[in-house]
């Protein structure tokens, strides 16, 4: 069992800068794939970010891709998703999600572990 909880969303002016954190613990944090997932009012859950076991490989949405940055410190059982320059469609309740495989996370089928969620607010 792995144990997901969000931190460090809040309300911010678009442009402005937020750093999520996602703090697991249960079993061995370095044996998943760990991806940051969003949701918007009646809208679907999303994938936004994911990184592989050791950090090496990362994947981004293409609405984030250049903005968005997720990193991950298996010494300390965290993994960060630091958000730049964000725009108001950018609101949404953002999850981290934890899988075997990037590819599992990627497509949404599979995710073993899901936290309860941290709300993001851009305003204009």
């Known amino acids: 069992q792995v144990q997901l909880v969000e931190s460090g969303g809040g309300l911010v002016q678009a442009g402005a800068s937020l750093r999520l954190s996602c703090a697991a613990s249960?079993?061995?944090?370095?044996?998943?794939?760990m991806a940051w997932f969003r949701q918007a009012p009646g809208k679907e859950r999303e994938f936004v970010g994911g990184?592989?076991?050791?950090?090496?490989?990362?994947y981004y949405a293409n609405s984030v891709k250049g903005r968005f940055t997720i990193s991950r410190d298996n010494a300390k059982n965290t993994v960060d998703l630091q958000m730049n320059s964000l725009k108001p469609e950018d609101t949404a309740v953002y999850y981290c999600a934890a899988a075997i495989t990037i590819t599992q996370l990627q497509s949404g089928a599979g995710i073993d572990y899901w936290g309860k969620g941290t709300l993001v607010t851009v305003s204009s």
């Open positions: 990184i592989s076991w050791y950090g090496r490989d990362t």
């Open positions: 249960g079993r061995t944090f370095s044996n998943y794939a």
